[in-house]
């Protein structure tokens, strides 16, 4: 995993999610359920990649916002940062999506 084909996976969902949906706060609910489901969250190894490989400053924004009271585990962290930064990404895209369509 990297960088590119972390975006390429997240505008793929993105682009599924703005087939089904009308309005964009339907859209971000889905996104985040897409993105809890992930295998790239539900797997350590998987998180791991994305933790160790891509850009992840919303990811650990996310962490900082939500967990920041400590009592994880590595594994955890590592999970709830890649939830982040795939709904951070998915979100991002349906912006754009949902932005050109009311222009």
């Known amino acids: 995993m990297n960088d590119k084909e972390l975006n390429e996976y997240c505008e793929v969902i993105a682009d599924e ?6 309005d964009i706060d339907s859209a971000i609910d889905l996104a985040h359920e897409n993105a809890d489901g992930s295998e790239h969250v539900i797997y350590y190894n998987k998180a791991h990649a994305i933790c160790q490989r891509c850009k992840i400053d919303d990811g650990q924004a996310f962490f900082a916002d939500c967990f920041s009271d400590g009592g994880k585990s590595y594994d955890e962290i590592a999970c709830i940062i890649a939830y982040g930064e795939i709904r951070a990404r998915i979100e991002a895209r349906l912006q754009i999506l949902f932005e050109g369509e009311n222009q």
């Open 17 to 22: 999610i703005k087939s089904e949906c009308d």
